[in-house]
């Protein structure tokens, strides 16, 4: 994406998500008016790294050209959206704790941009990693294996499953949820990245409408709500006035939800299967407890990007047949 200078012919940057409809909300400003506009932004209130994410995602400046802006204050820059309209945003999220995702319609997410909205949980960074370890966890399929079936438990946005369809070319994988509000927006953002035809969407309180996938799943990803009910007053208001508590309260110790998704999960691997689940940060040692109790195997932890045990990992370790072990 490129800045527009002065002497450039005549363009637009591409808009995003719903903050502007049509070339008449583009705007163009010299750089030393636009960073006395952010100046006077930030004054009134909120970070700098927000305001510049609203910048990128609204107007289309991303954080290197707005660099570029500081370096040349005396030139013309093209935005994608008006100030007027980015500013009404701001505003928004600084009177009402509006999730500045929400404001914009859309949210970056390893090499995505999901479209989300009220009702539907942001995708954390840190959830990306669940993608990474389905890729280094999960054997090269063999030619005479029929394609990798999968499932996305608690699809929310449906970021894993529209990650996981794209990681797995050829797979077959349901993504369920039991927020209708939810389905609604992952099979928006399966469409968006063209894997709608890889993916079936199913509405399901956990496991109640999936017995016809018991001993079929090769990869079980999830995500869950787990935090402590007592925690989610703490939370920072943006998520708990904003984000659904439907996909954040684990219960009185954060691991309700968890229990009821691993008392069932053995039944629902295939052979040598895999089961990946993000929890919280201090929940490491009482998911492997849960995960042994209920007969899987290979358990182990992993850490998030801040070297925290956020997710853990278990095989479905009974074996059919001369089928070899899997992996450890």
Request: glycine letters at 10%.
């Amino acid at each position: 994406m490129d800045i527009v200078y002065e002497s450039e012919p005549d363009a637009l940057l591409p808009l995003k998500g719903d903050v502007a409809q049509g070339p008449s909300a583009a705007e163009t400003i010299r750089g030393d008016d636009l960073l006395a506009w952010r100046r006077g932004l930030l004054r009134i209130g909120g970070g700098a790294v927000d305001l510049d994410w609203l910048l990128e995602m609204a107007g289309g400046l991303s954080w290197s050209q707005l660099q570029m802006v500081h370096l040349h204050p005396e030139r013309a820059y093209r935005l994608g959206a008006s100030l007027e309209a980015i500013e009404t945003m701001w505003n928004h999220h600084l009177l009402t704790a509006m999730p500045l995702q929400y404001l914009v319609g859309l949210c970056p997410w390893r090499d995505l941009e999901l479209e989300v909205g009220p009702g539907v949980l942001i995708p954390r960074q840190e959830t990306e990693l669940l993608v990474e370890l389905a890729l280094s966890l999960m054997p090269n399929a063999e030619p005479q294996r029929p394609p990798l079936v999968w499932l996305d438990l608690g699809t929310g946005s449906g970021c894993l499953a529209v990650a996981l369809a794209r990681a797995f070319p050829g797979s077959s994988g349901w993504a369920v949820d039991c927020s209708d509000l939810a389905l609604a927006r992952s099979e928006i953002n399966l469409e968006r990245h063209g894997c709608r035809d890889s993916v079936r969407l199913l509405h399901s309180n956990w496991w109640q409408s999936l017995d016809f996938l018991k001993g079929q799943l090769d990869l079980i990803v999830t995500n869950p709500p787990y935090i402590p009910t007592t925690v989610l007053a703490n939370l920072d208001p943006v998520v708990r006035h904003h984000e659904p508590r439907l996909a954040l309260d684990g219960g009185e110790d954060g691991l309700g939800e968890i229990r009821s998704i691993v008392a069932q999960a053995k039944t629902y691997l295939a052979p040598g299967g895999l089961f990946l689940m993000e929890h919280h940060y201090d929940q490491s040692a009482a998911v492997i407890d849960l995960l042994a109790s209920a007969g899987l195997g290979h358990i182990k932890s992993h850490r998030d990007l801040e070297g925290i045990l956020r997710f853990v990992s278990a095989r479905q370790v009974a074996i059919t047949g001369n089928q070899p072990s899997p992996p450890a």
